[in-house]
């Protein structure tokens, strides 16, 4: 289980999940909650979320395998997402709530050190 600390999953934790991922089945399309919608949740897109070469199935990929999903300190509506895409690899995704099932996604990248 990943234990918050200061907003920040320790990095034992991450590199265990890590593996616990890497041996799991991958899911086959058929299996993987309908585009557009993840646990209720509408997703839209800002293009500045593709920015840095992560892919809308990447994201929502990292949105069912969340590790982490919690409000940034001292923001009001970001949220910061911890989560794996497609080939395994921890991203972070920075959303915000736009209405009362709606997530704005605005930034995806593979997960810097500082979050790791």
């Known amino acids: 289980m990943l234990i918050p600390i200061y907003n920040k999953p320790f990095k034992k934790d991450i590199k265990l999940m890590e593996r616990r991922h890497m041996n799991m089945a991958v899911p086959q399309l058929s299996q993987r909650p309908e585009i557009g919608y993840i ?3 509408t997703l839209v897109f800002n293009p500045a979320a593709f ?3 992560v892919t809308e199935q990447d994201v929502r ?3 069912t395998t ?3 999903d919690e409000l940034i300190e001292g923001y009001d509506n970001k ?3 911890i989560g794996f895409d497609m080939s395994g690899n921890l991203i972070e995704v920075m ?3 736009v209405g009362e099932d709606i ?3 605005f930034h995806a990248m593979k997960c ?3 979050v790791q």
């Open 51 to 53: 920015k840095h070469g």
């Open 79 to 81: 949220y910061l997402l």
């Open 39 to 41: 646990y209720g949740m």
């Open 66 to 68: 969340a590790l982490f």
């Open 103 to 105: 997530s704005n996604v």
């Open 61 to 63: 990929w990292a949105m």
């Open 95 to 97: 959303y915000n709530l």
């Open 112 to 114: 810097r050190n500082e």
